[in-house]
């Protein structure tokens, strides 16, 4: 079983890598982000420390897509994502390429889209460490590649290790 899940987090880690090579991601970037743009809204902002690596342009896309929907975003740049992962219990079956951290403590594994986290923090599960879409599918938030799609789930992750699906995403527009 150990085999599998390695063979898992090395095979993430190649379309991780992959995935920044062609869409050009920036290399320069050190050290923190911050954006605080968004539209305005009457739903209170929420704030998120999302640990990625300096490299990932999906993981840019990922934060662009939170701020426009009034979160507070802070980039942390860190070679250490399997140790943060770690630290916040998110077992390698659940890993995509970065980690958010709400003001709670909740974490927010991948390309979990805003409505998602923003419904479970205003309802949180019992037992529950946070939220997680494993992998990267191919058109959840930040991974959009013209009108692909592939159907993905959002796990609920849970303090003992196990997790449960939270919702089915099918389409585009039910990410929104």
């Keep these: 079983m150990n085999f599998y899940l390695n063979l898992r987090t ?11 090579a062609v ?6 970037t050190q050290g923190k982000e911050s954006s605080t743009q ?3 809204s009457s739903t209170p902002a929420v ?19 939170l701020t426009l929907r009034d979160f507070i975003i802070h980039g942390q740049d860190t070679t250490q ?7 916040h219990g998110i077992a390698a079956e659940h ?7 709400s003001q709670q403590g909740f974490v927010f594994e ?8 923003r419904q479970f923090l205003q309802d949180p599960v019992p037992d529950a460490i946070g939220l997680s879409v494993p992998g990267m599918p191919t058109g959840s938030p930040g991974m959009e590649m013209g009108q692909r799609f592939e159907p993905y789930a959002v796990l609920v992750l849970f ?6 699906i939270y919702a089915r995403v099918t389409n585009a527009s039910e990410q929104y």
Excluded: Y
Aim: aromatic residues 8%; proline residues 1%.
């Design 10 to 20: 090395v095979v993430v880690a190649l379309c991780f890598s992959l995935f920044c």
């Design 23 to 28: 869409t050009g991601a920036e290399s320069s």
């Design 38 to 40: 968004g539209k305005a």
């Design 47 to 65: 704030e998120l420390q999302v640990f990625k690596s300096a490299q990932c342009g999906c993981c840019k896309k990922w934060m662009a897509h």
């Design 81 to 87: 994502l399997s140790t943060v992962k770690q630290q």
């Design 95 to 101: 890993q995509s390429c970065h980690t958010a951290v």
């Design 110 to 117: 991948g390309h979990v889209p805003a409505r998602f986290i």
């Design 159 to 164: 303090k003992d290790g196990s997790s449960d």
